[in-house]
């Protein structure tokens, strides 16, 4: 009788440690994610250069049409342009140094 129960027990603490490990590996991924792209691979720009940037809103992956995002922008040490309510009308906008945004 007490070898049945050790050979249960046994069982059950290996299918504990199966599904454990399957759920742990599973990646955590978000339904929705921001991108926010530079126009130079490296995030590097010459003295003067015009940084341009592109952010994106995608839900599994497609543009969110018409998403509507909040931002804050500006060089170190000046105060920030704040903007709330932007509707990104294909999911996707453009961003210059030049602080104004441009749809596409």
Known sequence: MMKILSSKALLHLILAISFSVGVIGQPVTSLIKVIV???????????NQEAKF??????YGNPVENAVV??????????????????LKNGKIEFSG????VER
């Open 70 to 87: 909040d931002y804050e922008t500006g060089p170190e040490m000046l105060p920030d342009i704040k903007k709330e309510g932007v509707v």
């Open 54 to 59: 592109s952010v994106q809103v995608l839900k």
């Open 98 to 101: 030049s602080r104004y945004w």
């Open 37 to 47: 792209s530079p126009d130079h691979k490296n995030w590097t720009y010459q003295l």
